[in-house]
């Protein structure tokens, strides 16, 4: 069984789409014979687009490209010559890092948020993954399914029928829910002169789909835009092979036949038995010894009662973090020893520590503006509990650590205060009920897939380990207007914790543009820039 819908295309659309697309059939395809800025382009539309990255490139991008002189570009043309290139440089080298000198577009579709926590875990690749924010979830697909994974193993099962069935009913609740919130939050925050209706409008839609993103399951489909060098995707495809959720296993092989139709000699080795799937069943064995040791020792930790119900805490940090901070910034400006910057740093003033640090951070135009690497000389990790939709915002940070836990009905789920003022709370606490229900019902038939059942609405724990400079960049820009609300509370906290229980103020007050403001229409100001920035740019 083909767990993924068919687009259709017309014979015309089809003959312009090979020459830029590995294929004209399937979720995942790579990008070939478009320029770079062409590639981004696309990319940063498609985040904010309900429309498949074919569709979108056809209606919005064919008309300003010359394609008159494409008519015989075939997406496999030059790989022989490409091979023997790339032979040639590892046999003088005798080092894979040449891998890192190829890189591809892939545009992976209809994965479910479970997958793209999978898909999303490298650090040395870049992501743009559709918002719901953006993309209301009450349309279908081609299929005429709701856009939720349709995993083959559970629909075989007893329990198929049930699951279709639960999982339209959740989206049946939310398609009912948007425009019945949207009518209340018109009424709720009236239009105020001088906001134009567009502006309006998406702030309104932006606030309705932020509250109601919780009635959608895991199981929810996304489109994601990847671009990596073939040594990431190569570490990527063997982390998929070994994961435990088969619809990642599965995934891995189309992402495989596609890559390889453009990058073929980087990935050589990945489904070689004595090369790549050696490797993938080190992956596979490790985590599931580690798993089976832990339980043996533990046998009550998969079932032990939360700690904490939401929220934050800092739950490991330096206490001469600050201290270090100012060495680091001081250590390339003088002959010293490490050791012997610190014991002076140690012993300056509050004054003097004080105008190091504002000399290194300067005066920040904006949160853009971050000062250099002696930030990372310090780290806090934080135990975090927050919705799943949250977590899956915070997750696509890439330049730290994380870890996160299964995902289940037992930390209970947020009610948004919007859902609840405006009349909607009992259908979406029936929504909380037939999710928790399901997932129970799969997690002893199918457990790999139970987690697809959970509504992003239910809480999730994960640890989030970074530098200074790293919370700098993810603080000021996860609390700023325009975040989700959801999010916003948990990067405040953190800015909050890091000043008054690590005691590093000096690091925290660094961070200028965090943002601990509340708002009513969180994109309201944004929409409001982005459309004097249109006005300012003039017609198209």
Same mark, same amino acid.
């Given at each position: 069984?083909?767990?993924?819908?068919?687009?259709?295309?017309? @014979?015309? @659309?089809?003959?312009?789409?090979?020459?830029?697309?590995?294929?004209?059939?399937?979720?995942?395809?790579?990008?070939?014979?478009?320029?770079?800025?062409?590639?981004?382009?696309?990319?940063?539309?498609?985040?904010?687009?309900?429309?498949?990255?074919?569709?979108?490139?056809?209606?919005?991008?064919?008309?300003?490209?010359?394609? !008159?002189?494409?008519?015989?570009?075939?997406?496999?043309?030059?790989?022989?010559?490409?091979?023997?290139?790339?032979?040639?440089?590892?046999?003088?080298?005798? *080092?894979?890092?040449?891998?890192?000198?190829?890189?591809?577009?892939?545009?992976?579709?209809? #994965?479910?948020?479970?997958?793209?926590?999978?898909?999303? =875990?490298?650090?040395?690749?870049?992501?743009?993954?559709?918002?719901?924010?953006?993309?209301?979830?009450?349309?279908?697909?081609?299929?005429?399914?709701?856009?939720?994974?349709?995993?083959?193993?559970?629909?075989?099962?007893?329990?198929?029928?049930?699951?279709?069935?639960?999982? *339209?009913?959740?989206?049946?609740?939310?398609?009912?829910?948007?425009?019945?919130?949207?009518? =209340?939050?018109?009424?709720?925050?009236?239009?105020?002169?001088?906001?134009?209706?567009?502006?309006?409008?998406?702030?309104?839609?932006?606030?309705?789909?932020?509250?109601?993103?919780? $009635? $959608?399951?895991?199981? !929810?489909?996304?489109?994601?835009?990847?671009?990596?060098?073939?040594?990431?995707?190569?570490?990527?495809? +063997?982390?998929?092979?070994?994961?435990?959720?088969?619809?990642?296993?599965?995934?891995?092989?189309?992402?495989?036949?596609?890559?390889?139709?453009?990058?073929?000699?980087?990935?050589?080795?990945?489904?070689?038995?004595?090369?790549?799937?050696?490797?993938?069943?080190?992956?596979?064995?490790?985590?599931?010894?580690?798993?089976?040791?832990?339980?043996?020792?533990?046998?009550?930790?998969?079932?032990?009662?939360?700690?904490?119900?939401?929220?934050? %805490?800092?739950?490991? =940090?330096?206490?001469?973090?600050?201290?270090?901070?100012?060495?680091?910034?001081?250590?390339?400006?003088?002959?010293?020893?490490?050791?012997?910057?610190?014991?002076?740093?140690?012993?300056?003033?509050?004054?003097?520590?004080?105008?190091?640090?504002?000399?290194?951070?300067?005066?920040?135009?904006?949160?853009?503006? %971050?000062?250099?690497?002696?930030? @990372?000389?310090?780290?806090?990790?934080?135990?975090?509990?927050?919705?799943?939709?949250?977590?899956?915002?915070?997750?696509?940070?890439?330049?730290?650590?994380?870890?996160?836990?299964?995902?289940?009905?037992?930390?209970?789920?947020?009610?948004?205060?919007?859902?609840?003022?405006?009349?909607?709370?009992?259908?979406?606490?029936?929504?909380?009920?037939?999710?928790?229900? +399901?997932?129970?019902?799969?997690?002893?038939?199918?457990?790999?897939?139970?987690?697809?059942?959970?509504?992003?609405?239910?809480?999730?724990?994960?640890?989030?380990?970074?530098?200074?400079?790293?919370?700098?960049?993810?603080?000021?820009?996860?609390?700023?207007?325009?975040?989700?609300?959801?999010? %916003?509370?948990?990067?405040?906290?953190?800015?909050?914790?890091?000043?008054?229980? #690590?005691?590093?103020?000096?690091?925290?007050?660094?961070?200028?543009?965090?943002?601990?403001?509340?708002?009513?229409?969180?994109? $309201?100001?944004?929409?409001?820039?982005? @459309?004097?920035?249109?006005?300012?740019?003039?017609?198209?």
């Amino acid at each position: 069984m083909f767990p993924y819908a068919e687009e259709t295309f017309t @014979e015309d @659309e089809v003959e312009v789409l090979r020459h830029y697309v590995t294929n004209v059939e399937g979720p995942v395809f790579a990008l070939v014979n478009l320029p770079e800025v062409v590639k981004g382009a696309l990319f940063a539309r498609y985040s904010r687009s309900a429309k498949s990255l074919r569709r979108l490139f056809l209606d919005e991008f064919v008309g300003e490209l010359d394609v !008159s002189g494409d008519a015989g570009v075939d997406a496999t043309m030059g790989l022989r010559r490409a091979e023997e290139l790339y032979d040639r440089v590892f046999l003088e080298y005798g *080092d894979d890092s040449v891998a890192q000198l190829g890189g591809v577009h892939l545009a992976c579709e209809q #994965a479910s948020n479970m997958l793209t926590k999978v898909l999303e =875990w490298g650090r040395l690749m870049a992501y743009l993954e559709q918002s719901t924010r953006y993309v209301p979830y009450d349309s279908r697909l081609s299929s005429g399914h709701y856009r939720y994974h349709r995993d083959p193993e559970v629909l075989e099962s007893p329990l198929g029928a049930r699951y279709v069935g639960d999982m *339209d009913r959740m989206f049946d609740t939310y398609a009912a829910s948007l425009p019945a919130l949207q009518a =209340w939050l018109t009424r709720r925050f009236p239009q105020h002169a001088g906001d134009s209706d567009f502006v309006y409008r998406q702030s309104i839609r932006a606030k309705a789909l932020d509250a109601l993103r919780g $009635l $959608l399951p895991a199981a !929810s489909l996304s489109n994601v835009g990847m671009y990596g060098t073939g040594q990431s995707y190569e570490m990527l495809m +063997l982390r998929m092979r070994a994961h435990p959720l088969p619809e990642a296993r599965r995934y891995a092989q189309l992402m495989l036949d596609e890559l390889r139709k453009v990058i073929p000699s980087f990935l050589q080795r990945v489904d070689v038995p004595e090369r790549g799937g050696v490797w993938t069943e080190y992956l596979a064995e490790t985590a599931a010894r580690t798993e089976e040791t832990v339980a043996r020792l533990w046998p009550d930790a998969q079932d032990a009662p939360s700690e904490q119900a939401s929220g934050v %805490r800092l739950v490991d =940090w330096d206490p001469e973090g600050e201290d270090k901070v100012i060495a680091a910034i001081c250590y390339p400006r003088t002959s010293l020893s490490d050791q012997e910057v610190l014991r002076r740093v140690r012993a300056l003033g509050a004054e003097d520590r004080r105008s190091l640090m504002a000399a290194y951070v300067g005066d920040r135009v904006n949160r853009r503006h %971050r000062p250099g690497r002696a930030f @990372e000389r310090t780290e806090y990790r934080f135990d975090v509990v927050s919705d799943y939709g949250a977590f899956r915002d915070l997750q696509r940070h890439r330049m730290l650590t994380i870890e996160w836990q299964h995902l289940g009905p037992a930390l209970g789920y947020e009610m948004p205060e919007t859902v609840v003022e405006a009349g909607l709370a009992e259908r979406y606490e029936r929504t909380m009920a037939r999710s928790a229900d +399901l997932y129970q019902a799969m997690a002893s038939a199918c457990p790999a897939q139970a987690s697809y059942a959970v509504a992003l609405a239910f809480r999730i724990r994960y640890a989030m380990q970074m530098n200074a400079r790293e919370a700098m960049h993810m603080l000021e820009l996860r609390s700023g207007e325009q975040g989700h609300p959801a999010y %916003r509370v948990v990067a405040q906290d953190m800015h909050r914790l890091i000043a008054e229980h #690590a005691g590093h103020r000096l690091i925290a007050e660094a961070m200028g543009f965090v943002d601990h403001a509340s708002y009513d229409l969180e994109r $309201l100001g944004s929409e409001k820039r982005a @459309e004097a920035r249109r006005s300012a740019v003039g017609p198209a």
